[in-house]
């Protein structure tokens, strides 16, 4: 076994499997460094890392991943929703700090039950603050940008505050480089009643209505040319098929779901299969770590790649 090393700022390091900090539950062994401020953030930075949000867009190898993997926790997972009352009038608020660890569900109800509006269209996304904001993660009925006043970024040079304007950001894109960590964001928000928060947070909700419920990483491919994913996956013939114990869903052909004991590797076949199969190109929605496999790599015998 090797022995973790001391943090000399005190930041909790352990070897641990990943599987338990995704929503796909699969994922091997890294070394984890937890850390509740930015002394101990530098720290970790100090050597390669990867930063983890909520593990709802990733794919984490078996083999678990070579770098450190840093986790925010303490104060940078705590939200202070205060009204600032320098920048806050009674229509719009800036909030104080929201820390990158912060679940984001937890923090969409608390903000419908304050009656503050315009993150309310991001309601069902299993994220933390930090990565659904790296990722500018959305719905139709609202993006994570619809409700940032300003961004703490602590980067390899140091720590960085900015504002929206200062990023080039766009559809599923901050501008912030990889990893480049979102440690905390004041919110800029409307004051609208709780009941009126709640009627656009339903809306957002019941377009989930036809995703499974079980453990995964949320859709597998982004639609091409505007065409759904999904529906050339099942076109294909796909839906429901299983390799080990994941399964295409049979609720949605764009979720590959955990069935209980899925590894990486049954993940990675049924990614395979479903681009071998689907007559365009496909790129992934999810993050593989700590990379994209090989197409055909991973496929089982009786799905064996045919010839081109
Ligand atoms: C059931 C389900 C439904 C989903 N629905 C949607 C949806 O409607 N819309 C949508 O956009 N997405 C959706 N997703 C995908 C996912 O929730 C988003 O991609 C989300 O932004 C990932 O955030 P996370 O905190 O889980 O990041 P992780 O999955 O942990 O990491 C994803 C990436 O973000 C980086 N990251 C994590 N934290 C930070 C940080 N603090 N600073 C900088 N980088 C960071 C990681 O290094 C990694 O590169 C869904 C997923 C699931 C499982």
């Not at 009038?89 to 608390?110: E, K, Y």
Request: contains cysteine; aromatic residues 4%.
């Amino acid at each position: 076994m090797t022995a973790t090393p001391e943090s000399r700022t005190g930041a909790r390091v352990q070897r641990l499997a990943l599987a338990r900090f995704t929503t796909l539950g699969v994922g091997g062994e890294a070394e984890v460094w937890v850390v509740t401020n930015h002394e101990q953030l530098a720290e970790a930075m100090e050597e390669p890392y990867r930063i983890l949000g909520g593990g709802s867009n990733l794919v984490i190898s078996d083999q678990g991943v070579p770098e450190r993997v840093i986790r925010l926790s303490g104060p940078l997972a705590e939200r202070d929703l205060t009204p600032d009352p320098d920048l806050s009038d009674p229509d719009r608020i800036v909030t104080g700090w929201v820390g990158g660890g912060v679940p984001l569900p937890g923090l969409i109800r608390a903000l419908q039950k304050l009656g503050y509006s315009n993150l309310e269209g991001t309601v069902g996304i299993p994220a933390q603050v930090g990565g659904a904001v790296w990722m500018n993660a959305g719905t139709r009925y609202g993006e994570m940008f619809d409700g940032l006043h300003t961004l703490e970024i602590a980067t390899p040079a140091g720590l960085r505050v900015v504002t929206p304007d200062d990023l080039r950001w766009g559809y599923r894109d901050s501008g912030i480089p990889r990893n480049h960590i979102v440690t905390r964001v004041r919110l800029k928000l409307q004051k609208r009643t709780p009941e009126e928060v709640l009627a656009k947070m339903t809306l957002a909700d019941t377009a989930r209505k036809g995703q499974p419920k079980m453990k995964t990483p949320g859709c597998a491919f982004k639609n091409p040319g505007g065409v759904g994913a999904g529906r050339l996956i099942d076109e294909a013939g796909l839906k429901g098929t299983r390799v080990g114990n994941a399964l295409i869903a049979p609720e949605h052909a764009n979720f590959i779901v955990n069935l209980g004991g899925a590894t990486a590797a049954d993940v990675h076949a049924l990614l395979d299969l479903i681009r071998q199969r689907v007559g365009v190109p496909l790129e992934l929605e999810y993050e593989l770590w700590p990379g994209e496999v090989q197409l055909g790599a991973s496929l089982p015998a009786q799905w064996a790649l045919e010839p081109t």
